[in-house]
């Protein structure tokens, strides 16, 4: 049995505020980042199944930018910062004014993007880390341009086996008129669970 069947609603409004916290500190780096003021929508946090989480950023074959790493410490898992395109113009172009079509990206559009996705999934990490008091430490981050169903399944080989479930975080910073529109997709291994719950103060018995 999937272990997100067997949450109550308690530990889903657990997880729900992790990711409210994590978004939040997420959009404060992202506007340190650009050196502005953003406004950040308020994100929508759900828990899934792994199997659904492409449909999240539009379906499998949809085009997306995605920053993937693994976490390692006291609760492993894999973590994933997705944007479609569009957004990802956009970011690429606040932050270093370059206004370029995919297509035409090379090694430094390439690099900066890369940059701000280890940035904001690291802003991300540190919040959960200092949430739950636990050693949660993130590998080198990769960036793949792909359909994003062939990118959650090379990442998830690459990074090691997938949990059940993923706690996804969707939410868009504004900018003026302008809007980055960000995924993050939290995939903890099924054996960290307990040990996530714990630091919570959350009972949960995996074996139930």
Not at 17 to 28: K, L, Q, S
Not at 44 to 49: D, E, H, Y
Not at 101 to 126: C, D, K, P, R
Request: glycine share 10%; charged share 20%; hydrophobic share 45%.
């Amino acid at each position: 049995m999937a272990y997100y069947s067997k949450f109550g609603e308690f530990q889903f409004d657990v997880l729900r505020e992790i990711g409210n916290i994590g978004a939040g500190h997420a959009a404060t780096a992202l506007s340190k980042l650009i050196q502005k003021e953003i406004d950040m929508k308020v994100p929508q946090v759900n828990v899934i199944p792994f199997d659904q989480v492409a449909d999240c950023v539009g379906g499998s074959e949809a085009v997306v930018v995605t920053v993937f790493l693994r976490v390692e410490g006291d609760a492993t898992g894999n973590m994933f910062f997705i944007l479609d395109i569009d957004s990802a113009q956009h970011l690429l172009h606040q932050v270093t004014g370059i206004d370029k079509q995919v297509e035409m990206w090379e090694e430094l559009e390439i690099s900066a993007l890369h940059e701000m996705g280890n940035i904001l999934t690291g802003s991300y990490l540190s919040s959960l880390a200092d949430f739950t008091n636990l050693n949660l430490q993130p590998s080198v981050p990769a960036l793949a341009i792909d359909m994003a169903g062939a990118i959650l399944s090379h990442g998830l080989y690459a990074l090691g086996r997938a949990g059940d479930f993923a706690l996804t975080i969707d939410t868009a910073f504004f900018e003026g008129n302008e809007r980055v529109k960000g995924h993050f997709f939290l995939i903890p291994d099924p054996e960290s669970l307990p040990t996530l719950f714990r630091a919570l103060g959350v009972p949960f018995d995996g074996d139930n």
